[in-house]
Structures are given as C-alpha cells and as structure tokens.
C-alpha cells in the first residue's frame, strides 16, 4: 500500500505563481509515488470573514487552477474541506487534546493577530484554533507525508504534538506527519521584501495573461546598488535572480549570474527573460484553464468524485476516535 500524501489550499481567490512553485508543482509530482490527497480548505478562510459568494468562487477558482496545473482525478483525490463534515468533528476532540500554551506560541497566529489589531481589526478564535483544524486535516487521511513551504513547519511540528498527546490518552491509532519542502521554500513578490502574496498586490498571477507579468515585472525591485546599466550587480542581492533559479533553465541562470556581475546584461533584459521563463510555465496552465471554463462540469465532478473518496477514509478513521473517545 502506498503511503498517503496530504496538503490543502486556501481558496483566496487566483493563485499566483508563488503558490505554484512552493506547493503546487509538488502536488504534481507527488501523485505517481504516493496515495495523494489534496484538499481545498474553505473553511480555514472563515478566519478572515470573506464575502459568502466570493468564497464560492475562490473555491472554484481554485479547483480549476489545480486541475489546470497537472492535478489529475484518476491519480489523485482533490476535494473541498466542507464536503466532508469529519475534518470539524475531528478538529474538536483533536482540541481537547491541545495545550493551549503550544497554539498561543504558533508564529503564524502572533504575526497576524498583531497585524490585525494594529488596525483595529478583529481576530478571531478560529484564527487561534486553526492548527489543531489543519492537524485534523492531515491526520484524518493518516497521512505520513505533508508538502509544505517553510512557513508551515511549526504547524506540523504541533501536529506530530498533538498526535503523540492523543495516543498518550487513547493508544496508537494516527500516523506522525511529517513535512516535505518544496525545493522553493518561500518565494518573495516584486516588492524583494514579503512573500509574494495577492494581498500585498506583489504576486505574479499564475493564470495572468503575459502582457500583465511583462508590466508587473518592469517596475520589480532588482539589487539596489545597481543604479545604473554599466554598473556591476551582485545577483544574490536580487529578487529577480533568485525566481529566475525557479523557472529559467540553469545553463541560462548561469549566465545570468556571470553577465550580471561584470555589467553584461541590464535589468530589462534579465527581467525579458525571466518573463518569457514564467509564460513557458503559465502559457499552458492558461490555456488548460480556459478549456475548463467551457467546461465547469469537469471541475465538478472533479470535486464531487474526491469528495466520495474523501468522506469514505474519513469515516472510517472517524470511526476509529470516536470507539477510542468514548463517544460510541
């Protein structure tokens, strides 16, 4: 039996680039050497409150993308959270079983909170509970392997947590995660400075037609000693370099680097190429993605499908905790 691979995806609206090179191309390669599983995790985004339709048809938007990018049904299982009622269930008895200490040190929760109530901004005890719900995701399917970005470590170090203090209580019953990271741990936006992201408006879309990353990448933050065309750069210093070491042939990024340094090739030029590296990877995700808006019914019954098999492990671990639990 081939070993489970487990990994959501917020539906936020169009996926960029980012969220491609650091999980997405990995869902896809993953499905040939592992019983895959990938999850579309509407109800993490009721964290921040979205607008009811909008959720909708991030939701869709995001099973296209998916589809789109390689994700095939017949290899691998794409479902969305909310269709399998067992994640919410699971999530409250995992909670019982979570120190409240572990969830209140969670980086990601400090961060944002902070963020939010720095603007008067509401937060959340979903915010808060939302690692002992992402624990539930994974260890519902008993996934052994969970593809993440380097953001999300701590949260699967708390789901190993909460796996080991469950079976101290209750006896084995769950498999202990563990992270895989993508060879693209965190990929920064145009900006050089954050993680390329929509809502800091610094992500190339990935379903965004060349025109619009031509414009976007020619107002790119590039190494800032460089001021001038004849003037040396240093390419570690420069965002643009390091996405060209994601998507542009290495014989090409080599000589990127060596023009760089000794002032042969200028920013625009680099930036041209790397355009043209991110439409070799986005032109036919594109293209595949506009066959499936004439056909909405494909991605349907994609996810219709998924969440059958979905619902079916669920239930059945479900059933096992429950027995464990005393609650049947």
């Not at 209140?104 to 400090?110: E, P």
């Not at 107002?219 to 998507?247: F, M, W």
Request: proline letters at 4%; charged letters at 25%.
């Amino acid at each position: 039996m081939q070993r489970r691979v487990f990994s959501g995806i917020q539906p936020t609206g169009s996926l960029h680039l980012g969220n491609y090179l650091g999980a997405i191309q990995n869902y896809v390669a993953l499905q040939d050497g592992y019983e895959a599983i990938y999850c579309i995790v509407d109800q993490h985004a009721l964290t921040i409150r979205p607008d009811p339709q909008e959720l909708r048809a991030n939701v869709f938007e995001a099973a296209r993308t998916l589809l789109a990018c390689g994700l095939e049904p017949k290899r691998c299982t794409v479902f969305v959270q909310s269709h399998v009622p067992a994640h919410t269930e699971l999530a409250w008895i995992l909670s019982c079983v979570t120190s409240f200490g572990d969830l209140s040190r969670m980086t990601q929760f400090k961060d944002k909170s902070d963020q939010a109530e720095s603007k008067g901004e509401f937060v959340s005890a979903g915010l808060f509970g939302y690692p002992v719900l992402q624990t539930a995701d994974i260890v519902l399917y008993k996934a052994a392997v969970v593809p993440v970005g380097e953001d999300q470590v701590q949260h699967i170090e708390l789901a190993r947590e909460v796996v080991r203090r469950f079976h101290t209580v209750y006896g084995e019953l769950f498999v202990e995660p563990q992270a895989l990271l993508s060879p693209a741990k965190r990929i920064l936006g145009l900006d050089g400075q954050f993680k390329m992201s929509k809502s800091r408006g610094n992500e190339i879309g990935l379903l965004e037609p060349a025109e619009s990353v031509k414009k976007k990448l020619a107002v790119a933050k590039t190494d800032e000693k460089r001021k001038r065309r004849q003037d040396p750069g240093e390419p570690n210093d420069c965002n643009i370099y390091s996405l060209h070491q994601y998507v542009t042939d290495r014989a090409e990024v080599a000589r990127i680097e060596t023009e760089c340094r000794r002032a042969g090739i200028g920013c625009v030029e680099c930036k041209g190429i790397l355009g043209a590296s991110v439409e070799r990877i986005a032109g036919p995700i594109r293209a595949r993605a506009a066959e499936l808006d004439a056909q909405p019914e494909i991605v349907r019954s994609a996810l219709k499908e998924g969440a059958v098999k979905a619902n079916e492990i669920a239930q059945k671990t479900l059933g096992e905790v429950r027995e464990r639990v005393g609650l049947r």
